[in-house]
């Protein structure tokens, strides 16, 4: 079932805008606000207020998960797991953003360039145009993991829950307005994709230049905070990987980039599906 999820999800998601239209997370906003002004004190719990957060909502998400298990010879489970995977990725579609950036690069137009260079790296992007092509090839790299494979990851092991717990995690770690709450999920949040982070890292190798990947992963600096680690993890594998950027086109490396993270994805599957084969997985 967790293949079959995942495929449709994936087809859904890179072949349609309907699901980036659909995916919203405002009744998880208005709940946290409710629920910040309901326990004032949840500002100061530190790295427990994102569990306390969570919890109810994923409490939810467990019963239903269970409920739902074998309903109408597994078809109640099949489309629920569907749509949680499917809502949990993203929430843009990083590929349309590189088509728009690439495109808008390809013009001329700086000003839509910055927008979609800054939509992609989820962050004021440089403005040089040099540093920004650089900075948007490295987030292709970084981002794919948050946006898709770790909720591939976390689906295979818990499900629905497993998807829906992360991406509510990193949509925390990006939109609320408690700073405590924040550095919380962002620690949670470097936990959970520190897993597919460098399974992703492996990817790149065995679909890239993998003695590049295999040189720049040992020779980074070691980093003492996990998402730092996470970063560089896939930065350094994934630049180390690459080996079609051509000098005479400046956005060949972001093609590229996007090329390695599709074939990572390829492998991915074609392991789930191994798993799936061998009885392993259901």
């Known amino acids: 079932m967790a293949l079959i999820c995942i495929l449709i999800g994936i087809i859904f998601e890179r072949f349609s805008d309907l699901l980036e239209n659909l995916r919203n ?9 409710w629920l910040l002004n309901t326990l004032p004190g949840l500002g100061s719990q530190h790295q427990s207020s994102i569990i306390i957060l969570l919890l109810p909502v994923m409490l939810v998400m467990a019963l239903l998960q269970i409920w739902f298990d074998d309903q109408l010879l597994g078809l109640v489970d099949l489309l629920f797991g569907i749509t949680i995977f499917a809502f949990s990725l993203g929430p843009k579609n990083l590929s ?12 001329g137009d700086d000003a ?13 992007a440089p403005t040089d145009p040099d540093q920004q ?3 948007v090839m490295r987030a ?9 494979f770790a909720v591939i990851f976390w689906f295979v092991l818990l499900g629905p829950f497993g998807a829906l717990l992360y991406r509510l995690t990193a949509h925390t770690m990006r939109t609320t307005g408690s700073a405590t709450l924040a ?13 597919p982070a460098h399974l992703m890292a492996m990817g790149y190798a065995l679909t890239g230049n993998y003695e590049g990947a295999k040189q720049e992963y040992y020779g980074k600096n070691k980093q003492s905070d996990l998402a ?3 970063y560089h993890t896939l930065i ?4 180390g990987a690459l080996k079609d950027c051509s000098p005479n086109d400046e956005t060949a490396c972001i093609r590229s980039a996007r090329a390695l993270v599709l074939r990572t994805l390829v492998v991915w599957l074609a392991f789930i599906a191994i798993l799936t084969l061998m009885g392993w997985m259901t």
């Open 140 to 148: 292709i790299l970084h981002e794919s993991n948050d946006r898709c």
């Open 183 to 195: 550095n919380a999920a962002c620690q949670l949040q470097a936990i959970l994709a520190w897993a």
């Open 25 to 33: 997370f405002d009744w998880f906003d208005n709940y946290s606000r």
């Open 236 to 239: 350094t594998a994934g630049q």
């Open 96 to 107: 349309r953003q590189i088509d728009r950036y690439l495109q808008a690069h390809e013009d």
């Open 228 to 230: 730092d680690c996470n």
């Open 133 to 135: 092509i650089v900075a």
């Open 112 to 124: 839509s360039a910055n927008i979609e260079a800054n939509a992609i790296l989820q962050n004021e």
